[in-house]
């Protein structure tokens, strides 16, 4: 191979990459999109999700040290498990929600169908087994746990 040749698959090469990183940033930015918060400054969705685990963690760590019912909350658990659930390709069902909102069944079927009237969560049955239901954040949902999220990161 001569100088010219190595040169010209450099060249194809570097241009390769160069589009492969591209395509890469650009997967990336969409992946990690930027929120905006009311004081100009700029929170991706993914510091938001890390904020609402965060959030879980402590509520989860209060019930270690003090009686689990001063802080029980479950339809907060559930929005904010919701919330980082809707990153998630994977649906949550009903016994999954019921898991994060650590609380009885009947209650937080209770909550379940609260936080439904409320349109803050959308529920829809799965086709290919109609005792299974999906719940995901509404929009309205979204947007006010979004809003708090916003409010308390700083």
């Known amino acids: 191979m001569n100088t010219d040749t190595v040169v010209g698959l450099m060249k194809e090469l570097t241009a390769k990459l160069s589009a492969v990183a591209g395509e ?9 999109r930027p ?7 700029v929170l991706s969705s993914a ?9 879980l963690a402590e509520r989860r760590l209060r019930r270690q040290h003090l009686p689990a ?20 390709p994977q649906p949550m069902n009903i ?5 994060m909102a650590d609380a009885p069944v009947t209650t937080s ?10 349109r803050l969560i959308d529920r829809v049955i799965d086709p290919a ?7 995901s954040l509404s929009a309205m949902g979204q947007d006010a746990v979004t809003s708090y999220l916003r409010a308390v990161t700083k």
């Open 24 to 32: 890469f940033d650009q997967r990336l930015t969409d992946m990690v």
């Open 35 to 41: 929120v905006e918060k009311g004081d100009g400054d």
């Open 47 to 55: 510091m938001l999700i890390n904020r609402a685990n965060t959030l």
């Open 69 to 88: 019912e001063l802080f029980h909350e479950p339809a907060w658990d559930m929005l904010l498990a919701l919330f980082v659930a809707g990153e998630d």
């Open 95 to 99: 016994k999954a929600l019921v898991a």
């Open 109 to 118: 079927q209770r909550w379940i169908e609260h936080l439904y009237k409320l």
């Open 129 to 135: 087994d109609r005792r299974r239901v999906e719940i």
